[in-house]
């Protein structure tokens, strides 16, 4: 299997599978000289961790993060810095249920990728996914908080913004409240009604998708090029490679179509430090590829979890006509978890753009 890789000078390739013995990921291109510890890694994984609420799969994974290369403990500066060399980081699988699949080892579950990974290898781990589990999104979460310590000033922040159809109040917008609920919601009012809901759902074995959004602020003008390798461009990517997202918007993104040209477009005034002052974000941080050093906003859309207690009709290997339920513990919204993994590809993709930026003009814009 190829394309397991990520980025061009700040590269990351992901290994493991959802019940082999460990994930991981090697992350390439990390300059030296970054402090780093595993308990700084570890925190942005335990945001991810499952099991932590009624409202994710109750798969307790406690996600410690083991550093295996790449940083020394540097006794001129006092603690474990990066060396410039490989970083490769190991997580543990601790708690695979994986008879939990044996009944499903020959069918093919509506809305995941068996079929399509048994007619393209030829062979599939069936025992959670393997491969194309969500599970290999905590490698990810552990190279992007990596990924942050190289951008100096910049602040990367996520919140589900909308739950099975519910969304919240922008007017209640708060960052701070997205650290007092379950769901990363900004929203105190929006997460109570997303409580009930599903908890409904949950009952009832079904699923619901969520809306997601990812904002950078910090980020300077400049980032970015304006044909193959636009922000933009590779914001869309990294959200896209995110298991279970079905789309993706940069700043006003699909409204944009909806409205006239002058209310899309962000008015500019002269600001005090000699740079435009935009009035407005309908861009979201990023023109013609490249950033205007407002915040760059990202939404994602998340689909339903396919794993559900509802039988749905499939079809086995053989051709045989089945109905399919999914037993186990699977998200009733894997949208929620996929918080902290929008996070982590938008620092990703900016400690990328960064290096390039760098590598290009000598400059950090």
């Not at 030296?32 to 499952?50: K, S």
Request: with cysteine; net charge negative; charged share 25%.
């Amino acid at each position: 299997m190829s394309h397991n890789s990520f980025g061009q000078l700040f590269r990351i390739t992901t290994w493991g599978e959802s019940h082999g013995k460990a994930i991981g990921c090697v992350v390439d291109g990390c300059p030296p000289g970054i402090p780093i510890t595993e308990a700084e890694i570890q925190a942005e994984l335990d945001r991810r961790r499952p099991g932590q609420s009624r409202f994710t799969t109750q798969r307790q994974e406690p996600d410690q993060v083991k550093i295996l290369s790449g940083v020394f403990e540097d006794d001129r500066t006092g603690g474990p810095v990066t060396t410039g060399t490989p970083i490769s980081l190991l997580i543990e699988n601790v708690d695979q249920r994986s008879r939990d699949y044996s009944e499903i080892r020959d069918r093919y579950r509506p809305g995941h990728a068996d079929y399509t990974y048994d007619v393209k290898y030829g062979v599939r781990d069936y025992r959670g996914g393997g491969r194309s589990s969500a599970r290999e999104t905590a490698t990810r979460v552990a190279a992007g908080a990596i990924a942050r310590k190289i951008l100096p000033g910049v602040s990367i922040r996520g919140a589900l913004v909308e739950l099975g159809g519910i969304a919240i109040d922008r007017d209640r917008f708060d960052w701070a409240e997205t650290a007092n609920n379950p769901f990363f919601s900004p929203d105190a009012e929006a997460a109570e009604k997303w409580a009930a809901h599903l908890d409904e759902i949950r009952k009832s074995g079904s699923s619901v998708g969520a809306i997601v959004e990812v904002v950078a602020e910090g980020v300077p003008a400049g980032i970015g090029a304006p044909i193959y390798g636009k922000l933009d461009q590779d914001l869309a990517s990294a959200m896209m490679s995110i298991n279970a997202v079905k789309g993706v918007e940069i700043g006003n993104g699909f409204e944009a179509a909806r409205i006239r040209g002058e209310e899309n477009a962000d008015p500019m005034r002269a600001g005090n430090d000699g740079r435009p002052r935009f009035l407005s974000n309908n861009a979201g941080g990023v023109l013609g590829g490249i950033s205007t050093g407002q915040p760059v906003v990202v939404r994602f859309a998340v689909k339903p979890t396919s794993s559900i207690l509802t039988p749905v009709p499939s079809v086995t290997a053989t051709g045989e006509e089945v109905d399919v339920f999914t037993k186990g513990r699977h998200d009733p919204c894997v949208g929620i978890r996929a918080v902290p993994v929008g996070e982590a590809m938008m620092a990703l993709v900016l400690a990328d753009h960064y290096l390039r930026q760098r590598a290009q003009s000598g400059s950090q814009t």
